[in-house]
């Protein structure tokens, strides 16, 4: 597939509007380089490693959101099976697995053809998927991985809405 030109040149990095988002709200960050930008976020389980990288040839700002939370091979299929299930629950971004470094990670990207420009409103709102759905599906891979449960147990522990308080 050919490249696909860009309408308009750029006025910023699409990574300058992350970076000034983190300076703003006083996140640990990281930019070694023009294109990426590490940033760490506490969440309310673990801490969250976020990288925001510019793809040019793609138009797209890819957001990788991880969490230290390795398994050992004997629960891999178990952990591929609840990745599978926790994604026919998202409607924005994925779980995937790195295979080489056994960790799980949540995938999504902001397409700018043409371009476009982010804006700090949808870095936040891609930002804030990729947190929720890792505080939200975490425990589950806490079940699988720890605690042995099956994929499907877990998950629906994560799906489990109480109503009202005790």
């Not at 975490?138 to 099956?150: K, L, M, N, P």
Request: proline share 3%; net charge negative.
């Amino acid at each position: 597939m050919p490249p696909i030109e860009s309408e308009q040149a750029r006025t910023a990095h699409p990574v300058d509007v992350v970076e000034h988002m983190a300076s703003l709200n006083q996140w640990s960050f990281d930019r070694e380089e023009d294109d990426e930008i590490s940033i760490s976020v506490a969440g309310r389980w673990t801490d969250y490693h976020v990288a925001f990288t510019w793809l040019p040839d793609l138009e797209s700002l890819h957001v990788g959101c991880a969490f230290d939370i390795k398994f050992n091979e004997r629960r891999r299929a178990e952990v591929l099976h609840l990745i599978s299930l926790i994604n026919e629950q998202l409607w924005i971004g994925h779980f995937g697995l790195w295979e080489k470094e056994g960790v799980v990670i949540f995938r999504h990207a902001l397409l700018l053809a043409g371009g476009l420009e982010p804006s700090r409103s949808q870095c936040e709102g891609v930002l804030q998927a990729a947190i929720g759905a890792c505080e939200r599906y975490y425990q589950s891979f806490q079940f699988v991985i720890w605690a042995g449960r099956s994929a499907r147990e877990a998950i629906e522990s994560a799906l489990f809405e109480t109503a009202g308080e005790a």
